[in-house]
């Protein structure tokens, strides 16, 4: 069975989220986006969890579904653990995507962490341990529990990012490290950009969502071909039995993929920053080295090589909602964009089939000939980019200046 996962997702609990992150909504956009998989994000938070034991139902295949809800949508146990440490008169900072095969191995992870440190405050704990001991915990919960370092080339917060991480994800996890798996890829890198360093090539690569409100599930997710249960996840992602391979941004719009200094507006290449030797040319204080920039520092391959067999198709889009804010030239959290938007999914299907396979006559025939232009033009790759930098998205369009009118 093909369908579409989002392993990497947030409640409420944690930071910076939204406060309809609870499992009912993330249920309602996992099928107005086309998932059938979706993480619950968050349970070491004991609240969080409480209302996991008390709205989902395990249905025997590792998997839960939420009670009374017929969307069919499924859940898998998931979390994102921060841990900070010294390592090598280094401070590293690396997040890591955990999932559990059921209630009791979620419990025991929870258990040993809330014995290091506060998981009670975040959604997403903050925890002073090393990478190594965090895999052990979570290989000690269950046979089947997993971890996946996260958005891995993140300058601040990453195994390989360029202000916290080390230079390999086995420095990074050390004699545990051949239990690691995957790697997420990141908003602001794709899997052309990792497969340029030959040592992820052991490495399936996966992309989620990491989504902090439930309208931004889906912006990124894994394509798989096998059971729709834990235990088939697990064995795709580990052996790439069932992995078809990723819906991704285009990396480019991602808010850390080059070089750039925020406060003066400054966007640089990779080479531009060696040019200035690191400094930004305006207040010249350190810029924020980029994903670029990072992935080339460790590349030893050239762009375009031939990837390895290990690699997945790659399906890069434009989320829907930003498509339709182009073309109406207005806001895409304003009300009118969203009508469109929640307009178009009851008469086309979900956002990822619109965005991939419905057929443009049939956008057409809603009203939106300019929306079936656009999404011809994704689907051909034909987009205008304009790079994220500094922890600012960047803007990905289908149309140029002056091709819409009114």
């Known amino acids: 069975m093909r369908f579409y996962a989002d392993i990497h997702v947030h409640s409420k609990y944690s930071r910076a989220t939204a406060r309809n992150c609870d499992l009912e909504n993330l249920a309602l956009w996992a099928g107005k986006k086309g998932l059938a998989v979706v993480g619950t994000g968050d349970f070491t938070h004991p609240a969080w969890f409480k209302e996991i034991r008390q709205k989902l139902s395990g249905d025997g295949s590792g998997l839960f579904t939420l009670r009374g809800d017929n969307s069919g949508t499924r859940f898998i146990l998931s979390v994102e653990i921060s841990t900070i440490y010294k390592k090598g008169d280094l401070t590293r900072k690396v997040h890591h995507v955990i999932c559990a095969p059921s209630l009791e191995a979620a419990e025991k992870i929870s258990q040993a962490l809330g014995r290091i440190g506060n998981i009670s405050s975040d959604g997403r704990p903050i925890l002073g341990m090393d990478s190594r001991n965090l895999l052990e915990i979570v290989l000690g919960s269950d046979p089947d529990s997993f971890l996946i370092p996260a958005h891995i080339w993140t300058p601040w917060f990453s195994a390989l990012g360029s202000k916290s991480g080390f230079d390999s994800i086995d420095e990074c996890y050390g004699d545990l490290a051949s239990h690691v798996f995957a790697v997420e890829t990141g908003l602001s890198s794709d899997p052309m950009m990792n497969r340029r360093v030959s040592s992820l090539d052991r490495f399936r690569l996966v992309s989620n969502s990491d989504a902090h409100s439930p309208a931004k599930l889906g912006r990124e997710a894994c394509i798989l071909d096998c059971g ?179």
């Open 228 to 406: 729709m249960d834990y235990g088939s996840i697990l064995n795709a992602l580990r052996c790439g039995e069932g992995y078809v391979g990723t819906v991704e941004f285009f990396p480019e719009e991602g808010k850390y993929h080059l070089d750039g200094h925020r406060k003066c507006d400054v966007r640089l290449s990779p080479q531009e920053t060696k040019a200035n030797k690191g400094l930004c040319p305006v207040c010249k204080r350190d810029l924020t080295i980029g994903v670029m920039h990072r992935v080339d520092d460790l590349a030893d391959r050239v762009e375009g090589e031939r990837l390895p067999s290990t690699a997945g198709s790659v399906t890069s889009l434009v989320p829907l909602v930003e498509i339709i804010s182009e073309i109406m030239r207005r806001g895409a959290a304003t009300k009118s964009v969203i009508k469109v938007y929640d307009s178009l999914v009851p008469k086309l299907g979900p956002e990822i089939a619109i965005l991939t396979e419905v057929p443009l006559e049939d956008i057409s025939r809603t009203g939106q000939p300019l929306l079936a232009e656009a999404i011809s033009r994704l689907r051909r790759g034909e987009v205008i980019r304009e790079a994220g930098f500094d922890g600012e998205f960047g803007v990905i369009r289908l149309f140029g200046e002056g091709e819409i009118k009114g």
